[in-house]
C-alpha cells in the first residue's frame, strides 16, 4: 500500500469513527418529550393499592379533569331520590288497670276527686272518628262515636267543630291548672278555669272542648253558629255544656262554653228536660245510687 492509500485509509477509519461516537452520545442524552393527548375521555388507572379501578383525569391538560357522578337517582328521573321516612306513629292511647271500675257518670267537681292514678276504660283516639286538632288525644269510644254522629248532622248544616282537648291524665292536668292559676284575675275571674288534678272532667275520659271558624279560639267559640247549635241540639247526641252561663256557684268552675261532656242520651234527655245543670243531676244521680229510696 502506497502512502496516499494509507492516508486515505486513516481519514475513511477516522469519519466511521467519529459516526459511532456521535450515535452513542446522541441515544444516552435522549429528553422524553410529553405528547398530548385530543381525548377528553377519564382515564381509568389501574390503582396498585386497590383492585378497584380509579377514575384519575384526562391526559389532556388543556382539559379539565372529569369526575363522572355515582348516580344516586332512581332509574325513573322525574322520581325524587329522596327517601321519605314514614310518619311516626302517635302513641296508643292509655289502657285501664283490670278490674277498674269506670266512673263515667261520677260527679267529678272541686268537691269530688277520682283520683290521680284514674284511668276509664275504652279509651280510642279522636281523630279516628272526628277532626281533632291533635292525632294523640283519646276519649271513651262510646263518647267518640256520638260526636262523629253529631259532627255529621252539623256539617249538613253547614257546621263545622274541631276537637282541642279530651282525655287528659291528671299529670297533665296538674300543669294546665298551674299554668292557668299563674294567669288567673282573681278578682275578674273568682271561680278557676282549670280543675285541679283527679277533679277534672276530661280525667274521665268523656268531656272534649271544641272550637270552630274562623278564629279556632275557645274564647271566641260563644259567638259561633256552632255554638248556637249546640245550645239546642247537644243533649240529642248524648253531650251536655258542664258549665253554662250562670252556674259558677253551683259547679265551682268559671262559664265555659266549650267544653261539653258526655253522659248518655238518656241522662242527657233528662237534664235536658228538668232544666238543671248536669253536675246537680249527676251529684242527685249519686245520692240516689248510694242511699237507694
Ligand atoms: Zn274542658
Redesign the pocket.
Known sequence: MDSTSKVILFFILCIACGLGIGALVSKTNLVQIPIAHTSSQPVVSDDQSSSTPVVTQTQDETQTPVVTPITTTTPDATQPSVVVPPKPKPPACPVAPENEVDQWLAPVGPDYSVGDDYIPTHLVRVSNYVQAATSTMCLNASAAFRLQTMETAMKTQGLHIVVS?AYRPASYQETLRDNSEAKRNLVTNPYPLVALPGHS??QLGM?V?IVAGPKYSLDDFINTPEYAWLQLHSWEYGFIQSYPIGSETITGYST?S??YRYVGIDNATAIHNQGITMYQYLKNLAAQIKNPA
Do not use: R
Open positions: 282537648s272532667e276530661h268531656a272542648d265555659e266549650w267544653h
